[in-house]
């Protein structure tokens, strides 16, 4: 692909050649299968689906053509994931259980395992935790624990409350202590796929109650390095919030006794798509070392001339008594599906510690 050309739509995962791809390793573990019938109801308006769409509507024409068993679909369907050439694709299995396999819980719980480790079903999960949600909790936990770190991480993943591209857990979002055994399980899981899924699932949380994740990770030994990596990460929006229980976990939560100079946007005027580079020095104004947590945030302006901030990570380091570190980032302001840009000038402020210590300005052009 030429650098000048834009990325293909993630929806594109699902085109005509996957879905032709799908019909021929079907024919292969199930010779009867009708591939023509397939192709027809799987293309059809497939340019106007979205990725989520496109991925239900394999599961959907799977369940149309196959003149089986709920039980011996799941056997083809068995013998069809591993050979697969997509990851994401192979979702479209265990939506297959989600959608039409409510009544059988043993077989489908199974079949989610089973098809978890070839992509995720981190998604199918959550239909049966919304109509079984006792049931099926018990036997996530019971994954927590298991030998695949791709079954431990759907015991994460899939009870996680605010699941991006998923409908939210109400259940677990009002009360998330009803996980909090499958956390404690996966706190110090030696795979960082797994570690990844608890620290996002505990960020979830702090959305709503802030408190009960500090309560939780002040309580975990940290000298585990894998337990000190989650917690990091899991506590990476109330860091940037600046919340000071959660600077101190990670080391950071006394006030910065530093002075900010030399603070440096370049260039101060931009247009749409050009790169900004931000940079300052960090003098430290005592002799002890400290531990320092250093972040920006901009302040976006809006179409109605308000302005809104948002946070960016820099970096952490401890720094000597009496040093002085230059710090820079460099950053590409374009156009986003989560943010517009608008022209005017954009307040830039450097946090250490969760404090703004200093500010600076660009333009953006019309």
Not at 9 to 21: G, Y
Not at 86 to 115: D, Q, R, W
Request: net charge positive; glycine share 6%.
């Amino acid at each position: 692909m030429a650098a000048d050309q834009p990325a293909p739509a993630l929806k594109e995962i699902f085109n005509a050649e996957r879905l032709r791809h799908i019909a021929t390793e079907m024919s292969a573990v199930y010779p009867e299968f009708n591939a023509k019938a397939f192709m027809k109801m799987a293309n059809e308006g497939l340019a106007e689906l979205s990725i989520m769409q496109r991925m239900a509507r394999v599961s959907e024409c799977l369940y149309a053509v196959l003149p089986l068993s709920y039980e011996e679909t799941l056997g083809v369907l068995r013998a069809l994931a591993p050979r697969l050439n997509s990851g994401f694709v192979s979702i479209s299995l265990p939506h297959y259980v989600a959608t039409y396999g409510s009544h059988a819980f043993e077989e489908s719980m199974a079949a989610l395992k089973y098809f978890t480790t070839f992509g995720s079903s981190e998604f199918a999960i959550r239909y049966f935790l919304r109509s079984d949600f006792e049931r099926t909790l018990a036997v996530m936990h019971q994954w927590s624990l298991d030998d695949n770190e791709h079954v431990r991480r759907l015991a994460s993943e899939g009870s996680r409350p605010r699941l991006p591209w998923s409908f939210r857990l109400e259940r677990i979002q009002a009360d998330p202590g009803l996980a909090a055994a499958i956390l404690d399980n996966l706190k110090a899981d030696d795979s960082l796929y797994v570690r990844k899924s608890v620290a996002n699932h505990l960020n979830d949380i702090t959305k709503e109650h802030p408190d009960w994740v500090l309560d939780l990770i002040e309580g975990w030994s940290l000298e585990n390095r894998h337990t000190a990596w989650i917690a990091k990460h899991a506590l990476r929006s109330l860091i940037k919030q600046g919340n000071r229980r959660a600077l101190a976990i990670i080391g950071a939560g006394g006030k910065a006794e530093v002075q900010i100079t030399d603070v440096r946007i370049e260039p101060p005027v931009i247009t749409l798509g050009e790169k900004i580079t931000l940079s300052f020095a960090v003098q430290s104004t005592v002799e002890h070392g400290q531990r320092l947590v250093i972040d920006y945030a901009i302040d976006y302006v809006k179409g109605n001339g308000s302005t809104s901030a948002k946070v960016f990570k820099l970096k952490a380091l401890t720094l000597p008594g009496k040093a002085c570190e230059r710090v820079a980032r460099r950053q590409q302001i374009k156009e986003l599906t989560t943010r517009r840009h608008y022209a005017g000038k954009h307040a830039v402020h450097v946090m250490v510690n969760g404090e703004r210590l200093a500010t600076t300005a660009f333009e953006i052009l019309p």
